[in-house]
């Protein structure tokens, strides 16, 4: 996220300014006027957004040429959607769209521990397919995954078995298409990063859903 909350109102000027599309050519007292400031302010946002990665900029002697970055993407459809929950709150599903990749074997694990499959079967109605579907997010999708925070989840508790600690997780219920439903599985300790989710389900998905490593597929959580 940018810094302040000033950085993004520059980053939504830019944005209206055409920047997120194409290329803004602005100089600082311009924008200056764009965001009611003064020109060495300006100046400053531009470069706390460009230290950012929201921006690139390249100086020229006519202005400045700056561009938003799929970084500051994100964080403007972040704000967009966060609004959006704001003011339909509860109602709006979060689409989650990527492509399907291998993953690390963890999904087996966590489906077949006698501690997490009773738990899966009690919370979320079903039997889990030994196994998950892995999803490495579309760079649109990441900033949308925050929004999973203001979805009702089912928590998956941490317990203890033969001296060994399991640590707990969070799942979203969601549906794939073709009435197939599962639930994202978010466990509190994990070696995925932010932009890879794994699906659970009472299928086996591939197959289910004729997917391959590549695949595109949208996730709604309702």
């Not at 989840?153 to 060994?164: A, H, Q, Y």
Request: hydrophobic share 35%; proline share 4%.
């Amino acid at each position: 996220m940018a810094s302040t909350m000033e950085d993004i109102s520059a980053l939504k000027k830019l944005a209206l300014m055409g920047g997120l599309d194409g290329i803004t050519r602005i100089s600082s007292s311009e924008f200056a006027n764009h965001i009611f400031s003064s020109t060495q302010t300006a100046s400053r946002r531009l470069q706390s957004l460009e230290q950012a990665g929201y921006i690139t900029r390249e100086v020229r002697p006519a202005g400045q040429h700056i561009k938003i970055t799929s970084a500051g993407r994100q964080v403007l459809e972040a704000e967009y959607l966060e609004y959006r929950q704001i003011f339909t709150p509860g109602s709006t599903p979060i689409e989650l769209t990527g492509h399907v990749i291998t993953g690390l074997g963890e999904g087996q694990y966590y489906t077949t521990i006698k501690g997490y499959h009773d738990q899966f079967v009690n919370l979320l109605g079903f039997e889990p397919y030994p196994g998950t579907l892995n999803i490495k997010l579309e760079q649109e999708s990441i900033g949308c995954r925050t929004l999973l925070n203001m979805k009702d989840k089912v928590t998956i508790e941490g317990f203890t078995s033969k001296n060994r600690t399991f640590g707990g997780g969070r799942c979203f219920p969601v549906s794939l298409g073709n009435g197939t439903r599962g639930a994202i599985m978010i466990p509190d300790r994990t070696h995925y990063p932010d932009d890879i989710i794994e699906i659970i389900s009472t299928e086996n998905l591939r197959e289910h859903l004729g997917l391959k490593d590549g695949s595109k597929i949208t996730v709604i959580v309702e």
